[in-house]
């Protein structure tokens, strides 16, 4: 293996590492963020996650506007896309996050600290997203993004603002900082917030990691002769590609994202172990497990229909203010709400 896809796959397990530990010490994740908000009216978890995201726009945009990474070679800001698959991606993707109770990084996390439920999340979801990239759910999706991608000139917020005549550098340094500054007042605007120094240093981390994933993979792993995929924080596909690696590995190359996906697992244990929270814990019914496999399905499908989940779009897509990652993100949102309040609102486990 070449130097620098040994250093791609080494930072990769460094930064899972130590989004690990962040997620297990911090609670860092969507769905826990939407139900406080909603449900709770507990808002400083999305507060949180709203800070993440500004600060991984700001550092990525960054990075792309000194030429450190071109963040037009993600899978984000392709020219042909498909809006109606990425929306509808998300809606899978979010009502199953709620009914698994957190999304594939969260169950890795939990999976650290010892809840067997997250081991059967993980291979379903695992299971679910290899049937949609490659087995017998593809032909099906690729099918519905053939009937319904269309291919645009203006892709992303800087495009969109440098149609009216902006140069690129300024719509790209306006776009980013409009986003973030928006999210920094909403995430700052909460007293409670405020007052919570490991949630705000949580946020300022998890987004750093999302602008060192892009630095990695984007610039100190490039390498004409053996290129590296320019990637960040996601977790759909990597843990299908984790789960077939542990498989079938001869023949098969380790990546960033496997390594991401070990390194997430790893970090969270150790610091269970380190804090006194591992606890071994499983589920409470037949019925618990068939609602949490079922949402773990639906985030293996909807995720690879998404291009990402909370964190793949959520996160690392909207860090390069790609039009499509805000598609996708609108989906998971609404699906989300969906299954935290209204009509198809998931009942708590004490009625499962």
Same mark, same amino acid.
């Given at each position: 293996?070449?130097?620098?896809?040994?250093?791609?796959?080494?930072?990769?397990? &460094?930064?899972?590492?130590?989004?690990?530990?962040?997620?297990?010490?911090?609670?860092?994740?969507?769905?826990?963020?939407? *139900?406080?908000?909603?449900?709770?009216?507990?808002? @400083? #978890?999305?507060?949180?996650?709203?800070?993440?995201?500004? /600060?991984?726009?700001?550092?990525?945009?960054?990075?792309?506007?000194?030429?450190? /990474?071109?963040?037009?070679?993600?899978?984000?800001?392709?020219? %042909?896309?498909? /809006?109606?698959?990425?929306?509808?991606?998300? #809606?899978?993707?979010?009502?199953?996050?709620?009914?698994?109770?957190?999304?594939?990084? @969260? =169950?890795?996390?939990?999976?650290?600290?010892?809840?067997?439920?997250?081991?059967?999340? /993980? !291979?379903? !979801?695992?299971?679910?997203?290899?049937?949609?990239?490659?087995?017998?759910?593809?032909?099906? @999706?690729?099918?519905?993004?053939?009937? +319904?991608? %269309? %291919?645009? +000139?203006?892709?992303?917020?800087?495009?969109?603002?440098?149609?009216?005549?902006?140069?690129?550098? !300024?719509?790209? =340094?306006?776009?980013?900082?409009?986003?973030?500054?928006?999210?920094?007042?909403?995430?700052?605007?909460?007293?409670?917030?405020? *007052?919570?120094?490991?949630?705000?240093?949580?946020?300022?981390?998890?987004?750093?990691?999302?602008? +060192?994933?892009?630095?990695?993979?984007?610039?100190?792993? &490039?390498?004409?002769?053996?290129?590296?995929?320019?990637?960040? !924080?996601?977790?759909?596909?990597?843990?299908?590609?984790?789960?077939?690696?542990?498989?079938?590995?001869?023949?098969?190359?380790?990546?960033?994202?496997?390594?991401?996906?070990?390194?997430?697992?790893?970090?969270?244990?150790? %610091?269970?172990?380190?804090?006194? *929270?591992?606890? #071994?814990?499983?589920?409470?019914?037949?019925?618990?497990?068939? @609602?949490?496999?079922?949402?773990?399905?639906?985030?293996?499908?909807?995720?690879?229909?998404?291009?990402?989940?909370?964190?793949?779009?959520?996160?690392?897509?909207?860090?390069?203010?790609?039009?499509?990652?805000?598609?996708?993100?609108?989906?998971?949102?609404?699906?989300?709400?969906?299954?935290?309040?209204?009509?198809? *609102?998931?009942?708590?486990?004490?009625?499962?």
């Amino acid at each position: 293996m070449e130097a620098s896809a040994q250093f791609v796959i080494l930072a990769g397990l &460094a930064i899972g590492l130590v989004y690990g530990a962040i997620g297990l010490l911090s609670g860092f994740c969507l769905m826990s963020s939407m *139900r406080g908000w909603l449900a709770d009216g507990d808002g @400083r #978890l999305v507060r949180t996650y709203a800070l993440a995201i500004a /600060v991984a726009i700001a550092a990525s945009q960054i990075l792309a506007g000194n030429g450190m /990474v071109d963040l037009g070679k993600t899978i984000y800001l392709q020219q %042909t896309f498909s /809006v109606p698959v990425l929306f509808l991606g998300g #809606l899978l993707f979010g009502y199953g996050m709620v009914l698994s109770n957190g999304c594939g990084s @969260r =169950a890795l996390v939990l999976l650290g600290r010892g809840n067997l439920r997250s081991f059967v999340v /993980v !291979l379903v !979801l695992a299971t679910a997203a290899q049937m949609t990239l490659k087995g017998l759910i593809a032909p099906a @999706r690729i099918a519905l993004v053939q009937a +319904s991608q %269309t %291919t645009v +000139s203006i892709n992303s917020l800087p495009s969109l603002l440098a149609a009216f005549g902006l140069a690129e550098p !300024l719509s790209r =340094a306006l776009a980013a900082a409009v986003v973030a500054a928006a999210l920094v007042l909403f995430a700052l605007a909460h007293p409670g917030f405020r *007052r919570s120094p490991g949630q705000i240093a949580a946020g300022v981390i998890v987004g750093l990691l999302v602008a +060192s994933g892009w630095f990695v993979t984007g610039y100190l792993g &490039a390498d004409d002769f053996n290129p590296v995929a320019v990637t960040s !924080l996601t977790f759909v596909a990597p843990i299908a590609d984790s789960l077939q690696y542990a498989m079938l590995s001869t023949g098969l190359t380790l990546n960033f994202g496997i390594a991401t996906v070990a390194g997430v697992f790893a970090g969270s244990l150790a %610091t269970a172990l380190a804090t006194g *929270r591992f606890k #071994l814990e499983g589920y409470s019914s037949p019925r618990h497990m068939l @609602r949490s496999a079922g949402g773990a399905a639906l985030m293996g499908i909807g995720g690879v229909m998404a291009f990402g989940c909370s964190i793949g779009q959520g996160l690392t897509g909207i860090s390069t203010l790609a039009l499509g990652s805000f598609v996708a993100v609108a989906g998971i949102l609404l699906g989300t709400t969906a299954g935290l309040r209204g009509a198809l *609102r998931v009942q708590p486990l004490a009625a499962a």
